[in-house]
């Protein structure tokens, strides 16, 4: 079965930069369409970025556009996401998540099969 670790998290001042990773142990991640997430302290989760399993597109939510890339390393096993000029806005824990048929990007949260436990990311000065 599919299991999904978020790691790279972290503590990070207004404009500094981090690169958050999702990988998978138990199956292969080509073709499943990975999205991450974010859940700030009293909102409800919310889709940041996305990229397709069967056609390699990605999907940035308009906020974040310019400051976060989402690739994907086949041979590692592992989705990245690259935060760059965080805001405190950014804070969050953060989550990747797996849908197994490999639909394009955006796509429902509850499409998705497979959630790791999280990685938090705190902006602040």
């Known amino acids: 079965q599919l299991q999904l670790v978020e790691s790279g998290g972290g503590l990070v001042h207004p404009g500094g930069s981090l690169r958050l990773s999702c990988r998978a142990s138990g199956a292969t991640l080509e073709y499943h369409t990975i999205g991450w997430y974010r859940q700030a302290p009293g909102k409800e989760r919310e889709g940041v970025s996305c990229i397709g399993g069967n056609d390699g597109r990605t999907y940035y939510k308009d906020s974040v556009k310019g400051r976060f890339t989402i690739s994907a390393d086949s041979g590692k096993n592992t989705v990245f996401l690259q935060i760059d000029s965080l805001k405190p806005e950014d804070t969050g824990v953060y989550y990747c998540?797996?849908?197994?048929?490999?639909?394009?990007?955006?796509?429902?949260?509850?499409?998705?099969?497979?959630w790791g436990q999280g990685t938090q990311v705190t902006v602040s000065s």
């Open positions: 998540g797996a849908d197994v048929r490999g639909a394009s990007c955006p796509i429902s949260e509850y499409d998705y099969d497979y």
